[in-house]
């Protein structure tokens, strides 16, 4: 079946601009995550949705960073006045359950940011 | 969450074994270990997760010591496909997952 999936791939902004980054999780599921990795490191947490409602933000790195998923499906994570140290690929997963719960989280492929 | 030290990589040979080590030293009662591995350009993919019991699926084998301090990946028989950093995460039963730098792994034909 499908997977996650988020786009754009790859977006590369200039510094100061916006930016939106989509991911579609797997239908049905329940929980959604957004995770940065730099490049040469391992994915850092940013935020979490349990369907619609985002009960954890603890990492996100600034009030710059803005997540939301409205419907309790598609999510978007928005960068405003984008910074040089903003690029790193944003990573989304999702899983069948709620929070308390060892589920597999199932991961997107990424969008590669590059901020110039 | 406790951490995990893994070796930054580590190299093997087409069709043979290949034992990832982990060390969790700090692991607590309620922690599961947890395994993923990211392909280049790809986003992590879960291979497989204990608690305490050794556990087996169709893409390795994870031992657990009894002492839950460290555990072991096997890749039965690895492939060229299977050229990845593999992340060894322990997790509370919560839904962050904390990942690591990782073993980079390069399997050579």
């Known amino acids: 079946g499908a997977g996650v999936s988020q786009s754009p791939r790859y977006k590369v902004a200039k510094r100061g601009q916006d930016v939106a980054l989509r991911c579609d999780p797997i239908s049905g599921h329940v929980s959604l995550f957004w995770y940065q990795q730099a490049l040469g490191q391992g994915p850092e947490f940013l935020t979490y949705?349990?369907?619609?409602?985002?009960?954890?933000k603890s990492g996100l790195p600034s009030d710059r960073f803005f997540a939301e998923r409205p419907e309790g499906s598609v999510s978007t994570l928005k960068i405003q006045r984008t910074q040089q140290e903003d690029s790193a690929v944003y990573l989304c997963a999702s899983s069948p359950q709620g929070r308390r719960s060892t589920d597999t989280q199932y991961f997107g492929p990424g969008t590669r940011l590059t901020v110039l | 969450d406790a951490k995990t030290t893994q070796p930054p990589s580590m190299d093997c040979a087409e069709g043979r074994a290949a034992n990832l080590p982990c060390n969790h030293s700090?692991?607590?009662?309620?922690?599961?270990v947890y395994w993923y591995r990211q392909i280049h350009s790809q986003g992590p993919q879960y291979i497989i997760h204990g608690l305490k019991n050794n556990e087996t699926n169709e893409m390795a084998s994870l031992i657990i010591t009894e002492d839950r301090k460290s555990s072991t990946l096997i890749l039965p028989h690895a492939t060229l496909r299977d050229t990845a950093v593999y992340y060894c995460?322990?997790?509370?039963?919560?839904?962050?997952?904390?990942f690591g730098a990782g073993t980079t792994v390069t399997v050579r034909a």
């Open positions: 700090t692991i607590s009662g309620n922690e599961y």
């Open positions: 949705f349990q369907n619609e409602a985002q009960l954890d």
């Open positions: 995460i322990v997790r509370p039963l919560l839904y962050k997952l904390s």
